[in-house]
């Protein structure tokens, strides 16, 4: 008998570079691979992206099927149901491979699919090192992230005014940062100033330990004692017993 062969489509790998068509994010992919019906298929892909201001800690991976539908996800319940069990991301993208494997092929797999990298910078948390109570002070944290779709959401372990903005870096790539402006007091001394990001999939806590320099008590004065004129007073008592 004769084991018929399919073809399968690949897009262009990176949805970001699909959609902007950046020079500053780079991948590697055939245009089309083949495999035989039953059995698996590889799709080599490798990527580049432009150097964050912060280390990059958390890589998201997804494959799709136009553009909409994931065939391959960390989180299995988000793979449509004919892909599911049946695809494996064999690269390690942190290491900037996302090479996929679809075994048991199917008539159906004809594609086309697109790789989508989801990264995001380490949480940096910056706040002066020795504060001055009742004095204005600012702290900032902020991150680096490839997925402006899902807006981060940032909240401070310490009351006060809070400013966001985002800005993009390159082509596929923002920061977004949170500054808190507030008068630290003597009790925040020591205290842990925390804060939390809250983000697609996901959330992230950085901390400093706050260290404030507390302004001197003033103690009230206290009213003198007049020992003469207390004595004086006891001896007059005794002059007018006699």
């Not at 892909?83 to 991301?89: A, D, I, N």
């Not at 942190?94 to 594609?111: F, P, R, V, W, Y």
Request: overall charge positive; charged content about 15%; aromatic content about 8%.
């Amino acid at each position: 008998s004769q084991i018929k062969g399919r073809k399968v489509r690949t897009c262009l790998a990176l949805i970001a570079v699909c959609v902007y068509l950046s020079s500053s994010w780079t991948v590697n992919v055939p245009p089309s691979v083949k495999g035989l019906l039953g059995s698996c298929v590889v799709i080599p892909c490798s990527y580049n992206y432009p150097d964050p201001p912060n280390v990059v800690k958390n890589f998201t991976g997804i494959w799709y099927h136009d553009k909409d539908q994931a065939i391959y996800h960390s989180d299995a319940s988000k793979i449509l149901e004919q892909f599911r069990t049946r695809t494996q991301l064999l690269g390690d993208v942190s290491k900037k491979n996302c090479t996929l494997m679809i075994d048991n092929l199917q008539q159906s797999d004809g594609g086309p699919f697109y790789f989508r990298i989801e990264i995001k910078g380490e949480l940096d948390l910056s706040v002066q090192e020795e504060l001055k109570e009742g004095q204005n002070v600012s702290a900032s944290c902020s991150v680096s992230h490839s997925c402006p779709t899902y807006p981060l959401a940032f909240h401070w372990s310490h009351s006060g005014e809070q400013h966001f903005q985002t800005r993009q870096l390159h082509e596929g790539l923002w920061n977004s940062t949170s500054t808190l402006t507030f008068q630290p007091n003597r009790t925040d001394h020591n205290k842990s100033l925390q804060c939390n990001v809250t983000y697609h999939r996901g959330h992230e806590v950085a901390s400093k330990i706050l260290k404030v320099k507390c302004n001197p008590l003033v103690m009230p004065q206290q009213q003198g004692f007049n020992s003469s004129a207390q004595f004086g007073n006891k001896q007059n008592l005794i002059h007018d017993s006699m």
